[in-house]
């Protein structure tokens, strides 16, 4: 087989894998959803596209996406948000400090980041970089580079599955062992890493307790 073929195999492979995972497509149909576009800044001053669903409450969560993924990939879990009055800003980049000015602008005073893989590390470094920024808790998918959150205000939630090979949970445990209180870990057999998990056999139970954790 030569190298254009091997070229065309891979592009093959690529395209069967989105479809079959849509977890890992961007492609999603949106058009049932009632969504405004906002256009946001990153921590280096460049664009970052928003996703906003109003929920009718004073909540509101930021969703911040794996590096492959962009906002639409939160859109279904946002959905099902809105429909028990929790609004969403779903990002398609880390403009974590910019969503959260957006949504204190728009009068919201209960504020919770939700972030996976690189997305829930930027939501670690950003509260750990930023004292006092506005936010009630955070929870975070599989985060990479996880670090340990020390403001005793923020409730916080870590999650990973036991046997994910892109982030191990070896690297997690640390990350919340050392965290102050208030905090929480839940641990997932299997290796779905990030967003995945939403499509495995714990997709269910991980939206369940996501609400659970954000309005209790």
Known sequence: MNISQLVALFYVLVVITCFANPALS??????HLDWQHVELLSEGGYPVSGGFINGNSGQAVVFVPEMSLDKTSWFDLANQFAKVNIASLSLSGN???????????????KIVLVGAGMGGEAILDTVQMTPRLPVEKIAVLSPYEAIPITDQKIIKLFIASKKDWQVLYSEVLPAYLQSSEPKKLHAYEGDAHGQSLFESNHGDHLVNLLLDFIKN
């Not at 961007?26 to 058009?31: A, E, I």
């Not at 403009?95 to 005073?109: I, M, R």
């Open 26 to 31: 961007k492609d999603r149909n949106t058009n």
């Open 95 to 109: 403009a974590v400090k910019s969503a959260v000015e957006y949504l204190k602008g728009q009068g919201f005073d």
